[in-house]
């Protein structure tokens, strides 16, 4: 029986991956702060890196709108790190997220198509809000790395969702 999807407003059980410098990023649970989570697909993924790209340009105005941003994938650290440093992301970046975490996240996996992809099974995107007590405002899981949330237009729905106090969609 597959694991159920996340349901938005229900809170998410908190999900440890170790993070590129040292300790653990957190998903779920709660924290100060709003969060954007993003799940990417891996090194191998040339629309993961254009998209975390651009997320790393507009990560100042994340902060400036209250969002704590975290990276996440199933690479191994040594390809999370060769990521980084080669397109200068300056956000926190997980790794070697578990076949059983990306369950948790209701995320869809894939197998490699070819060695020269890479060398394990890995999460397709997802992209998750959640709010400070530890509840999920928004899900947006893809099965497959074309579809994924507008940034811009995620960055403003989401200042107007706070700033309005706005509930949860999607929950029935």
Known sequence: MPTPKPVPGAILPPVSVPRLGG???????TRENWVLVVVYRGRHCPRCKRYLSKLNDMRQRWRDAGFDIAVVSADPEEKAR????????????????????MATLGLYVSDPLAETETDRRFAEPGVFVIRPDGSL???AISNGPSARPDLEEL?????YTRENDRPPRGTA
Do not use: K, Y
């Open 23 to 29: 300790g653990e990023i957190v998903i779920g649970g």
């Open 82 to 101: 060769a990521d980084r440093d080669t397109f200068g992301w300056s956000f926190d970046i997980g790794h070697d997220l578990s076949e059983a975490q």
């Open 137 to 139: 405002l928004l899900v």
């Open 155 to 159: 960055l403003d729905g989401m200042i």
